[in-house]
């Protein structure tokens, strides 16, 4: 039986890019519907680019800091993608929030990673509200990126106990092995429904 063509997915990050690189390794596996297209940083000095370029891709720079508004940054970076022509977009560690017109423009293909079991904790300082509220679990969504921050239908989600003496820094630490099984594995649902699409 053939099989499908991959799935073509780029990356976008702002810092050291360890969810980038779990997808990419996932995505080295022949049977993976997923193909990494490109790394696009909005940050020059993120060390997820060299860790990108160390794994083969190809990597790009649409930096923030050098356009005057957000309108001609998403501009730019939109054009970016453009060249790349990818199916899907996976913000990685994307600090940037993304505005409805850049939203609208890829519809139905942006999907993000959130320190929290959304609905809850959307937004920053995820850890420290779940302890905070006095919470038994915390975890890590990914998501369908719409217009609203952090509002998007959950793809997948994983969780962990929120252990009695945990902070903010020691419950991150622990969720980080489930955040980097969970987002190639939520790719990798999300490629084999884009297989079964007709292609354009």
């Known amino acids: 039986m053939m099989r499908s063509p991959k799935v073509r997915t780029a990356i ?3 810092g050291r ?11 080295q596996a022949t049977d993976y519907p997923a193909e990494i297209v490109g790394v696009i940083s909005n940050r020059p000095d993120a060390k997820g680019l060299e860790r990108a370029k160390a794994l083969g891709l190809n990597t790009d720079i649409v930096d923030h800091k050098l356009y005057d ?8 970076l ?4 453009l060249a790349l022509d990818p199916e899907i977009i996976c913000c990685a560690g994307f600090m940037r929030i993304l505005t409805p017109w850049f939203v609208s423009q890829w519809h139905g293909r942006l999907i993000n990673i959130h320190p929290s079991l959304l609905p809850k904790y959307k937004g920053l300082n995820t850890h420290q509200r779940a302890i905070e509220a006095g919470d038994t679990h915390a975890g890590v969504s990914v998501h369908w990126v719409t217009a609203e921050l952090d509002g998007g239908e959950v793809i997948d989600q994983r969780s962990i106990e929120i252990l009695p ?3 903010a820094d020691t419950l991150a630490e622990r969720l980080l092995p489930v955040e980097l099984a969970l987002y190639p594995d939520a790719l990798e649902a999300v490629a084999l429904q884009f297989q079964k699409q007709p292609r354009q």
């Not at 890019?17 to 779990?22: E, L, T």
């Not at 508004?69 to 730019?76: M, T, W």
Request: glycine share 4%; proline share 0%; charged share 15%.
């Open 78 to 81: 939109h054009a970016q993608l």
């Open 17 to 27: 890019g360890s969810n980038m690189v779990a997808i990419a390794q996932a995505a």
């Open 12 to 14: 976008l990050i702002s």
């Open 165 to 167: 003496h945990d902070t």
């Open 69 to 76: 508004n957000r309108k001609a940054f998403e501009q730019a």
